[in-house]
């Protein structure tokens, strides 16, 4: 591997976790990019105000009331959207325990979803690691999806291309290994709403669905035409996918004033079996937000910080 280029991001604080077990350490970042990792581009940089925010030891955790279709049915439920930052191995694929000048600082996202159909559990979880420096994909990406029928798992990482394994009880889908041409990732944009919406693609876009949507509709991984807009109303912005193939729009709103903060998403599509196929529309609306290091609130003294987001 040739030489890293180094960044020179600095950080007040970074978290590092060993598993479960995580802890606040506070050094200088010095982020690089690994080549056949990501792509060769300068990192933005960032802004004290961004620094402040993002980099002061906690988390922010946002809660949804959910609305969920699922199966042509509408069901009830929360979402949770946790970011972070931390230090992340591009080598390892991982996040660092040791970070060093190796390390590539990422804004993590964390996206939970729980719901019912019926008698059973949903438990929806993503996982989105994506460079602060705004100047490549997520270095890694995973998505998992477990109820009473079994589990499935995707997870790709950012090499010379998108390499995916892809893991399920559905014989049709069963365990796979592919490639996938480099495209945007819809489980990028989020971050990118965060980091710098200034920098968010609009128009017509090849585009690489979430992971969650093509759990749930079976359908094959790879880009697809959408079109992409962005209008300002008030003190928000709303960010609109649409993927006319797809039958699908995806609609994020955030608010346009730094943090950016998100505040609703929806998302439309068709939904159920047969004959009974219908068009229905998830929502998320925003419910309580709080910004903690959670990590460090395991106990169950702590247990009503769950109160503060209203779970």
């Known amino acids: 591997m040739k030489k890293l280029v180094e960044l020179g991001i600095i950080a007040a604080t970074l978290l590092v976790s060993n598993a479960c077990k995580e802890k606040i350490q506070t050094q200088d970042v010095a982020a690089v990019t690994p080549e056949k990792v990501i792509e060769k581009k300068e990192p933005k940089p960032l802004s004290n105000q961004f620094k402040k925010y993002w980099y002061n030891g906690t988390a922010e955790i946002t809660s949804y009331n959910l609305e969920q279709a699922r199966y042509g049915e509408l069901r009830k439920g929360s979402a949770v959207l946790v970011f972070v930052t931390e230090p992340f191995s591009a080598k390892k694929q991982v996040k660092a325990d040791n970070p060093d000048k190796t390390s590539v600082p990422v804004l993590k996202l964390n996206s939970t979803k729980k719901f019912y159909t019926g008698i059973y559990p949903y438990s929806v979880m993503s996982s989105t690691f994506y460079p602060v420096g705004d100047n490549s994909a997520s270095l890694k990406i995973t998505n998992s999806v477990q109820e009473w029928c079994g589990q499935v798992f995707f997870q790709l990482n950012n090499k010379d291309k998108f390499e995916v394994s892809s893991f399920s009880y559905f014989e049709s889908e069963g365990d796979k290994n592919f490639s996938l041409d480099k495209n945007i990732l819809e489980n990028d944009l989020w971050a990118k709403i965060r980091i710098n919406p200034d920098s968010l693609p609009t128009g017509k876009l090849q585009i690489i669905p979430s992971f969650q949507y093509i759990r749930f509709s079976h359908k094959k991984l790879k880009a697809y035409t959408a079109n992409i807009t962005k209008t300002q109303k008030d003190n928000v912005t709303v960010y609109s996918i649409d993927y006319p193939d797809l039958k699908r729009n995806l609609t994020i709103t955030y608010t346009t ?54 779970l």
């Open 257 to 310: 004033a730094f943090p950016h903060t998100i505040e609703s998403f929806t998302e439309t599509h068709k939904s159920g079996f047969g004959t009974d196929i219908k068009t229905l529309t998830t929502k998320a609306t925003l419910n309580k937000r709080i910004n903690t290091a959670y990590w460090q609130q395991n106990s169950n003294k702590d247990l009503h910080f769950r109160d503060s987001l209203g």
